[in-house]
């Protein structure tokens, strides 16, 4: 079986353990930046509007796969349904929400919004034409099955590589510290951070140290760098940086609106780090709330704060649940245990 991989790249570090997982159990495969050999309007380089199907040809002619995996809804995608290969769709992000939040929001000027409705287009296409979608955790499966009733579907658990997470030094925070480590990309997301203005306000004495940054950022800043208690270090270097963040941390937190199958939350695991969710979307398939940490629910500050204050005050109890967070993640997220459960579905949806 010859897999051809195009994907993006945010996330291309990650689909390369993929690749390489799935070479070690005999499915030859070839991982490419879907943009170099396909691309179009409305691409943000206005260059790549007039490239053509030249290299994606050759691509195919050359490599002469099976099936195509995509990990966005992008012209190599189109290109893809076009040759009538089997196209998997790995979908990570709760598309339809995000599109609505993206329509009221950074995408709702005259030029940026007859973009986001070819996006629309291109991906609608693609959700309808693929061979099966692959939702990113069950919740998410869930949404996928109300938008396209009529497609397959099949839960794909994003792995992680264990062995790349391990404490290291390097980084000096001031303790009692929790971090966050999380993209502000869409306001239905980013916004629910807000409420940290009143954790921030009833833990004077706690370190906040947020890792991220995106279109949504200054609205975070403009509210929270009010509070001295709050540190912004902006984008880390991946996965180094981020290690080393991790290592010095005394608990992760993930506060968002929205979040399907966040890696941040299983790397924290993986350090060791107690952990404290929002619960939404794919975020208790993520840990063990009560056994790896703790999930709270949106806009409780109060329960937010109480989590806090007992992962702080109770050191064995910290250490008890990163040590099964650990385990977990291990057992559950593994990109062995990803990559099997990938091949099976490959092979029930090709002929050979």
Not at 192 to 210: A, N, S, T
Not at 252 to 280: C, F, H
Request: charged content about 30%.
């Amino acid at each position: 079986m010859k897999l051809l991989i195009g994907g993006s790249s945010s996330f291309f570090f990650h689909l390369k353990e993929f690749s390489n997982k799935l070479n070690e159990l005999g499915v030859e495969t070839k991982l490419v930046l879907d943009t170099d050999y396909c691309d179009g309007f409305p691409s943000r380089k206005i260059i790549n509007w007039f490239q053509t199907k030249k290299r994606f040809n050759k691509l195919i002619e050359d490599f002469k796969p099976d099936a195509i995996f995509i990990d966005r809804q992008k012209h190599f995608g189109i290109a893809a349904l076009e040759k009538n290969i089997p196209l998997f769709v790995l979908l990570r992000g709760h598309y339809w929400s995000e599109l609505a939040w993206y329509k009221k929001t950074i995408y709702k000027s005259f030029p940026k919004n007859i973009a986001i409705q070819k996006w629309d287009q291109i991906a609608k296409r693609i959700f309808s034409e693929a061979k099966i979608i692959l939702p990113i955790c069950k919740y998410l499966e869930k949404i996928t099955n109300e938008h396209v009733p009529n497609q397959k579907t099949d839960v794909f658990f994003e792995g992680v590589d264990a062995t790349r997470w391990y404490k290291v030094n390097g980084m000096k925070l001031k303790h009692p510290c929790v971090g966050l480590v999380q993209y502000a990309n869409w306001w239905g997301k980013t916004s629910e951070m807000l409420i940290l203005k009143k954790v921030l306000e009833k833990l004077p004495d706690v370190q906040f140290y947020w890792v991220g940054h995106g279109p949504f950022e200054e609205r975070i800043l403009t509210e929270l760098e009010k509070y001295e208690n709050f540190h912004w270090l902006g984008k880390l270097e991946y996965p180094d940086k981020v290690r080393e963040f991790l290592s010095e941390i005394d608990i992760y937190a993930l506060i968002t609106g929205m979040d399907l199958s966040p890696l941040s939350l299983k790397e924290a695991q993986l350090m060791k780090r107690a952990v404290i969710a929002t619960n939404v979307g794919g975020n208790p398939d993520m840990m063990k709330d009560g056994v790896t940490g703790f999930l709270v629910e949106k806009g409780n500050h109060k329960q937010l704060i109480e989590k806090i204050k007992l992962l702080l005050a109770d050191k064995k109890l910290s250490e008890q649940m990163g040590n099964e967070g650990k385990k977990f993640i291990e057992e559950t997220y593994s990109w062995e245990v990803a990559a099997k459960k990938f091949i099976r579905i490959l092979n029930s949806h090709v002929k050979k």
